[in-house]
């Protein structure tokens, strides 16, 4: 696979991802929802501190272990890229790699610029790029913005079931974006579909 076909691909990638947070970011408030498809896909703005599918890791030196190891993860996959090139790995195992660095890219954008870029995203309020009085974070420091949110169904749990009698659920909760897809998509076709390329 050609060398600029593989950069522009994950350029492509990156603006995507980036075209829609920083949309969801200065024209929704945080929390607000758009229906896209009935009552079952939904555009909800939301921010992550921590990990992807809002997994959160240990307050600040968490996000700080998780932005290093984007960092180190990213360099790793820079390097991996041209040399299973090189060694004329199957187009698959490339392009499923491509999708891992511009996922991780993307959201390594938002965790090191984001902060210092927008305003503070509040209930109340639309955030603004590139405010006059700055960003509500610093380097290495700010959210990533999710925004696919997919109930596919809810309801209430039996009133006999233990612990949670009685309480709603929705199946599928956790609200992701772009980014996520890539790497998600990415690796679950690497294993179904490249594993014999691991060997």
Not at 41 to 67: D, T, Y
Not at 113 to 130: D, H, K, Q, R
Not at 167 to 172: D, G, L, M
């Amino acid at each position: 696979m050609k060398k600029r076909n593989i950069i522009l691909l994950v350029v492509l990638l990156l603006v995507a991802d980036q075209a829609l947070k920083i949309w969801i970011k200065t024209h929704l408030a945080l929390g607000e929802s758009i229906t896209v498809f009935h009552d079952w896909f939904f555009l909800r703005f939301i921010e992550n501190p921590g990990a992807a599918f809002g997994f959160e890791l240990g307050g600040n030196n968490g996000k700080l272990f998780l932005s290093l190891f984007r960092i180190v993860a990213i360099g790793a996959l820079c390097w991996l890229l041209p040399y299973l090139n090189r060694q004329k790995a199957p187009k698959g195992v490339i392009v499923g790699f491509a999708l891992v660095l511009a996922g991780a890219v993307g959201n390594m954008i938002d965790s090191a610029f984001y902060g210092m870029i927008f305003s503070e995203s509040t209930p109340w309020s639309v955030a603004e790029l590139f405010p006059a009085g700055g960003g509500y974070g610093t380097f290495l420091h700010g959210k990533v913005v999710d925004m696919f949110y997919f109930p596919l169904f809810s309801g209430t749990y039996p009133g006999w079931f233990p612990w949670v009698g009685g309480e709603a659920f929705t199946f599928f909760a956790p609200v992701f974006n772009l980014a996520d897809s890539y790497i998600t998509v990415a690796v679950f076709y690497l294993m179904i579909f490249q594993y014999k390329y691991f060997k």
